[in-house]
């Protein structure tokens, strides 16, 4: 039976374990071992060489052994397909989702495979997982590893072939801030070379700390049959020393490390302390090819793949226990919010059978944001939101309701590279709107939003009426008075206006002169402190 590599850089699969002893001595890649089981966490201990990748106990938070039938495309729960050109690096295949690119083998392994068609153009597959909350726990660490056969081709017939299997920080799906939001390329290879390169790539780009667009990288390390044959590839974020530090593993053997000591401290954390999503992907061309002696030519073989047998993803340690739980003590506080690190939230009809649910961060950046609903107690849906740069927030639309149906939802976000789960909440589609908070004289709500470290918004929201305009009038710890026309947000049915300058304890005094019926009124005063 073939053995299924799987925990910590080893061959012993959940299988093997029932079939072997809870106490076993291996000998594997030159290497004497020690594998013990308590209460289902794995303990390693490594007595040769103190380089092999190792923690005290490990918890696995993801798996993926690709045991689909032959000819399938793969779990879209688990996994979302990067589908196009122009990926940036001048690599010149069009990603696709079809079968013939992209498929789970039937004998347990996930298969890319880059295809010329007779006019001389590639295609091939590029993978990402759903979730991007794959993160070391402060102070602890966190190991991905995958094991996977490069395609098997070398020499002309491998000119342009570039197999990866790497990250990107979470918030890259917000920003597209490349590199600063970090990617850490754990296997890369190209030409058919039988190496490997590891690379943190992070900070600005062209060069800054980190040297882009090549990044601080490994170089070519050599990987014998790593076109022949599977080999395990590895990489731990340890925040569990000081100064933090990335290792790359090959087979178990440490080959590559940076240090948080190599680049700026605010470098280090933008591009490393946080939450990942996992990439597989076999490009054809581009810049990391050419620089070995070029892309693809009319020598170069169509139909070589890029084989996994399997991926995952653990923690260890740190003030997470090396989980990601799910706080009840630091969850931010549900709507109505306007100050603090919390979140706004709430549900809208958009159309005759639609209505957007929508979560907005309050003066902070959301990794992802998960929609959980049901409507009219049907059965459940989990949706990644996408984020809408025009209204600040995360948005979803649902369709094919009718009049009373009640939806029921909650939130899964990340934040600070944590998860969090927010309250529950219904809406009932096609009854009266959502009523604004707070309301004075039930004509209109108004509040000021913390939206940056020195930023506030103020906004001002009708309450079933149209302004003309609204003005505010406002002082910063008793300065002078600014008096600024305010603009118009479609995507928040309310006015905005952000101001900058202010302090964390300076107090903004304010109010409002809008235009209703053709009549122009002022408002009361209100009064805000920046936390």
């Excluded at 991007?132 to 056969?149: C, E, H, I, K």
């Excluded at 939450?275 to 009319?298: H, Q, R, S, V």
């Excluded at 005759?352 to 649910?357: F, H, P």
């Excluded at 509040?447 to 940056?452: F, K």
């Amino acid at each position: 039976m073939r053995l299924r590599k799987h925990t910590d850089n080893n061959d012993i699969s959940s299988t093997n374990q029932q079939k072997y002893p809870l106490f076993r001595k291996v000998s594997l890649l030159g290497m004497s071992a020690l594998f013990i089981i308590f209460s289902g966490v794995l303990t390693f201990v490594s007595f040769n060489n103190p380089q092999k990748a190792h923690a005290a106990t490990w918890t696995q938070i993801f798996n993926e052994d690709f045991n689909g039938a032959g000819g399938t495309g793969l779990n879209t729960a688990n996994w979302k397909y990067d589908t196009g050109t122009g990926w940036g690096t001048g690599e010149i295949e069009n990603m696709t989702n079809s079968t013939a690119n992209v498929q789970q083998d039937g004998s347990g392994h996930l298969k890319i495979t880059a295809l010329r068609d007779g006019s001389g153009n590639w295609t091939s597959g590029r993978i990402e997982t759903q979730r991007a909350d794959f993160a070391a726990p402060v102070g602890g660490q966190l190991q991905v590893t995958a094991t996977v056969q490069q395609p098997n081709v070398t020499g002309a017939a491998a000119a342009g072939y570039w197999p990866a299997f790497w990250m990107l920080g979470s918030q890259f799906r917000v920003d597209g801030n490349w590199p600063n939001d970090g990617e850490i390329d754990i296997l890369e290879d190209i030409n058919g070379l039988s190496s490997v390169f590891g690379t943190l790539h992070c900070g600005v780009d062209p060069g800054g700390p980190c040297n882009e667009t090549t990044g601080i990288g490994s170089g070519q390390h050599a990987c014998g049959g790593c076109q022949t044959s599977f080999h395990t590839y590895s990489v731990i974020v340890d925040r569990s020393v000081s100064p933090e530090q990335i290792r790359w593993y090959l087979d178990g053997a440490n080959y590559f490390t940076v240090s948080a000591n190599q680049v700026p401290a605010a470098t280090w954390a933008a591009a490393v302390d946080h939450g990942f999503f996992i990439i597989f992907d076999l490009a054809m061309g581009g810049g990391f090819p050419n620089a070995f002696g070029g892309g693809p030519t009319a020598a170069t073989q169509s139909g070589a793949s890029m084989l996994v047998d399997n991926v995952q993803a653990y923690t260890s340690g740190g003030s997470t226990g090396g989980t990601t739980p799910t706080p009840t003590t630091t969850v931010p506080t549900p709507t109505p919010t306007s100050t603090g690190s919390g979140f706004s939230q709430g549900a809208s009809s958009t159309g005759a059978n639609q209505a957007q649910l929508w979560f907005k961060p309050n003066g902070w950046t959301a990794g992802y944001v998960i929609a959980h609903y049901t409507v009219a107690g049907g059965g459940q849906q989990n949706i990644n939101m996408s984020y809408n740069s025009g209204t600040s927030r995360w948005e979803y639309s649902i369709g094919g309701l009718n009049t009373g149906n009640v939806i029921s939802y909650s939130f899964t976000y990340q934040q600070n590279g944590l998860q969090y789960d927010s309250g529950s909440y219904n809406y009932t589609f096609g009854g009266s709107a959502p009523t604004p908070t707070p309301i004075p004289n039930g004509s209109f709500g108004q509040g000021v939003n913390n939206t940056g470290g020195n930023q506030a918004q103020f906004w001002f929201q009708p309450s079933g009426w149209t302004a003309g305009y609204v003005i505010v009038h406002y002082t910063v710890n008793g300065a002078n008075q600014q008096n600024i026309t305010m603009s118009y947000n479609g995507g928040n049915s309310r006015w905005e206006y952000t101001a900058g300058g202010i302090s964390a304890g300076n107090t903004a005094n304010y109010s409002f002169t809008y235009q209703r019926g053709g009549l122009q009124y002022d408002s009361g005063s209100y009064s805000w402190t920046h936390p």
